[in-house]
């Protein structure tokens, strides 16, 4: 174990907020998600009792009868705002007295740097790079993450759990997040603390060795399924990627239908809305690890092979 | 000699001015909401705490206008909105201060660029604490933008009639992470040089208009034509790279951020106020779907 190693990669000025965010996320979470308990358990009690649910206020927060419903922004919004940015300045200048901003040498285009990252927030995309072509890594990709999240409110057709923290009327939209944020942050990780000179794996704590050299043979699927011909090595491409969707779709397809809630707000879905969020579910929230196993576990490079692209 | 007589007395009817003026102006001190100077800048009196005048000073405030005069009781608690859309747009605020400052000091050419980082970290009175706070202000409002994105998805905030609102989040999150990365290139020392050329060269495989992307070469891209071309004004991280870059970084796409930001907060008043805390809905008040 190479602590010294280790830690020139954490305390790294520019990591710092991979650092914050692997503290902030898991708190924000369990934050936003005790609040999620406590309104599910206030749901199965309003559910339980149609005669409470018509008296009460339906909310965790306490309320009683006299209290006004609203509050005037001035003081009390604004009093709370005030409070943050002071809070706010006052960390950004804690933080910037002790830390300096990296500066390296002068930009020199004859001096490779090794590794050459990418700043922390696009370490991900440059991390895919390895799975998949930079015209679909770099380019595709990043589009399918932006649309899809624009999509994102067009195929939650669930009119419940608008305004408070729940787990039990949205575990799916949440689930699919979820998957996403984390993957993303995974991604982040890995280009981060794992990937060294070379951009090759080093675990965290693993001394980097510019010299090393890996023997990695790479494989496509069709050198795999010992096929020479590059038509039937295209066709069975298609083949193995349609048979990931169908499969994959399938198994979504259960998990989303799984209980008569959920099945209800299936109903509420069209065609288009429900076709749209397999494309995504699939692409990328399945897709996307599948890959990742497929090159790291088994060495495969390629799925399908084309003359002007290669998946 | 004549004239000494009427020069006492208007001497002594201008002292008498004079002491008249001063103890009105004392008077002015005692109570400055009542000058003709404090009434031409506040428009509302704040002579009492009562929720009409509390509601104007809110309203009748330009930086303040674009809060209701009342919020929902429990939308003032922390543990529902983390504060972080506040939060990013506070660093933004930030950032545009302590950009236009490092302004002063930086040139966009090959030549003084990494010269004026060296002199700014080292001769600019504060200097050195003026780019730090710009660089962590600028990692701080991701990281804040992420989680005020996380928090929207928690509480279901993004849907109906907040769906457009969403989008118009997801736009400035793609802005406020090119803002990021233009502003990566301009100290042009190696780390901005190689993160910029990395990624940059990305864009050479963009399908159909990369000069490496799928059927790109087939549409005529050469190195010198294509969209990595037009962002580096150049086949090389260069020169031109580095003033698109400024260009990008403090005026272009500030300029469009804040458009954009102008119709995000906009759509949260119009879209009916921040989403909650709301009362909860059960299952069995699910209407049905409306069918067109």
Redesign the interface.
């Known amino acids: 174990m190479d602590w010294a190693q280790l830690w020139s990669i954490v305390s790294l000025p520019?990591n710092?907020?991979i650092v914050?965010?692997a503290v902030?996320?898991p708190f924000?979470?369990w934050?936003?998600?005790r609040?999620?308990q406590a309104?599910d358990r206030?749901?199965t009690q309003?559910?339980s009792n149609p005669s409470l649910?018509q008296t009460h206020?339906?909310?965790?927060?306490p309320?009683q009868p006299g209290?006004?419903?609203?509050?005037?922004?001035?003081?009390?919004?604004?009093r709370?705002?005030f409070l943050?940015?002071i809070i706010?300045?006052l960390?950004?200048?804690i933080?910037?007295?002790t830390?300096?901003?990296?500066?390296?040498?002068?930009?020199?285009?004859n001096?490779?740097?090794n590794p050459?990252?990418?700043?922390?927030?696009?370490v991900g995309?440059?991390e895919m790079?390895v799975y998949f072509?930079?015209?679909f890594?770099?380019?595709?990709l990043p589009t399918l993450i932006?649309v899809g999240?624009?999509v994102?409110?067009?195929i939650?057709t669930?009119?419940?759990?608008?305004?408070?923290?729940?787990i039990k009327?949205?575990l799916i939209?949440?689930l699919g997040?979820g998957v996403g944020?984390l993957l993303w942050i995974l991604l982040i990780f890995i280009g981060t603390f794992v990937r060294g000179p070379g951009w090759m794996w080093f675990w965290p704590g693993q001394t980097w060795d510019h010299t090393r050299v890996m023997y990695e043979v790479n494989h496509n699927l069709s050198d795999l399924l010992r096929i020479t011909n590059p038509w039937l090595g295209a066709i069975a491409g298609v083949a193995a990627i349609g048979l990931f969707y169908t499969v994959t779709g399938w198994g979504i397809h259960k998990l989303v239908t799984r209980t008569r809630?959920d099945r209800?707000i299936y109903g509420?879905t069209n065609l288009l809305q429900y076709l749209t969020f397999q494309f995504f579910a699939i692409t990328i929230l399945v897709g996307l690890p599948a890959k990742m196993l497929l090159r790291l576990l088994f060495n495969i490079k390629y799925v399908l092979i084309t003359p002007?692209?290669n998946i | 000699m004549e004239s000494g007589r009427p020069d006492e007395e208007s001497n002594i009817a201008l002292k008498e001015k004079i002491r008249e003026d001063w103890k009105e102006l004392r008077e002015d001190l005692k109570e400055p909401q009542k000058t003709q100077l404090w009434k031409s800048v506040f428009r509302v009196k704040h002579e009492r705490a009562d929720?009409r005048t509390?509601?104007l000073?809110?309203l009748t405030n330009v930086f303040?206008h674009l809060?209701?005069?009342?919020?929902?009781?429990?939308?003032?608690?922390?543990?529902?909105t983390?504060?972080m859309g506040?939060?990013t747009f506070?660093?933004f605020i930030?950032l545009t201060f302590t950009g236009v400052l490092l302004m002063f000091y930086y040139h966009p050419t090959k030549i003084q660029a990494?010269r004026d980082?060296?002199f700014l970290?080292h001769d600019v009175p504060f200097g050195?604490?003026l780019?730090?706070?710009?660089?962590?202000?600028a990692?701080?409002m991701?990281?804040t933008l992420?989680?005020h994105m996380?928090?929207v998805?928690?509480?279901?905030?993004?849907?109906?009639p907040?769906?457009f609102n969403?989008?118009v989040g997801?736009i400035l999150?793609?802005l406020t992470?090119l803002l990021?990365?233009t502003g990566?290139l301009l100290?042009?020392?190696?780390?901005?040089?190689?993160?910029v050329?990395?990624?940059t060269?990305?864009?050479?495989?963009?399908?159909l208009l990369?000069s490496?992307?799928?059927?790109g070469p087939?549409l005529g891209m050469t190195p010198f034509n294509d969209v990595r071309f037009a962002l580096l004004g150049g086949s090389?991280?260069d020169a031109n790279a580095l003033l698109r870059a400024y260009i990008w970084h403090c005026i272009a796409i500030p300029l469009i951020a804040g458009v954009f930001m102008g119709v995000h907060f906009w759509r949260v008043r119009k879209d009916g106020g921040i989403?909650?805390?709301?009362?909860?809905?059960?299952?069995?008040e699910?209407?049905p779907?409306l069918r067109r």
């Open positions: 520019d710092i907020p914050a965010l902030l996320v924000y979470t934050y936003g998600l609040q999620a309104t206030l749901i309003l559910e649910a206020h339906r909310k965790i927060y309320f209290w006004a419903r609203e509050l005037q922004v001035w003081p009390y919004l604004l709370v705002e943050a940015a706010v300045t960390v950004l200048m933080w910037s007295i830390l300096n901003a990296p500066l390296e040498e002068p930009a020199n285009p001096h490779t740097m050459s990252k990418a700043p922390w927030y696009f995309l440059q790079l072509d930079p015209w890594a770099g380019v595709v932006v999240l624009m994102f409110p067009y939650d669930n009119p419940l759990g608008v305004g408070y923290y729940t009327q949205r939209p949440l997040f944020f809630f209800k509420r002007w692209f | 929720p509390r509601a000073g809110v303040l809060h209701p005069a009342r919020v929902n009781r429990d939308a003032v608690r922390y543990s529902y983390w504060g506040g939060i506070y660093l930030v990494f980082i060296l970290e050195k604490l780019r730090n706070m710009h660089r962590w202000a990692h701080l991701i990281i992420w989680l996380f928090r998805v928690l509480t279901g905030s993004y849907k109906k907040r769906e969403w989008c997801v999150l793609v992470l990021s990365f990566y100290p042009d020392d190696q780390l901005g040089f190689w993160a050329t990395v990624g060269n990305m864009a050479r495989a963009t399908p990369g490496e992307g799928p059927l087939q090389i991280v989403s909650g805390p709301a009362p909860v809905m059960l299952e069995s699910i209407k779907v």
